[in-house]
């Protein structure tokens, strides 16, 4: 059975610092590919970091490159994300992610393709 469960989250002032924690089980993380996505209520789901297995390198959205940093820990099957320099506008929900298919169907920012999903941490950046 596979489990995605995220903490790390709570209320931060801008230009603080926050690190989520996603501990996997029922997938090997270096295996598949590890994504974070964040919502807000009423909106759609968007792509925050991602690490492909295949090209071994970390891609970022144009709004947190810079000041997010995605990483694993394979021996922990935990993967991890630092948000320094937070804005208000980062705060949402968090959700770490699994795309299992990425190895053969190449890395992707479609949730859809993720198939196993965390339970969310909420992040809350005041000014």
């Known amino acids: 059975q596979v489990q995605l469960v995220e903490s790390g989250g709570g209320s931060v002032q801008a230009g603080g610092s926050l690190r989520l924690s996603c501990v996997v089980s029922g997938y090997t993380i270096s295996s598949v590919c590890m994504g974070w996505f964040r919502q807000d209520p009423g909106k759609e789901r968007d792509g925050v970091a991602r690490?492909?297995?295949?090209?071994?390198?970390?891609y970022y959205s144009d709004f947190v490159k810079g000041r997010f940093t995605i990483s694993q820990d394979n021996a922990q099957n935990t993967v991890y994300l630092q948000m320094n320099s937070l804005k208000p506008e980062d705060t949402a929900m968090y959700y770490c992610?699994?795309?299992?298919?990425?190895?053969?169907?190449?890395?992707?920012?479609?949730?859809?393709?993720?198939?196993?999903w965390g339970q969310g941490t909420q992040v809350t950046v005041s000014s």
């Open positions: 690490f492909n297995i295949v090209a071994g390198r970390a």
């Open positions: 992610a699994a795309d299992p298919l990425c190895g053969s169907m190449g890395g992707t920012w479609d949730p859809g393709r993720f198939g196993s």
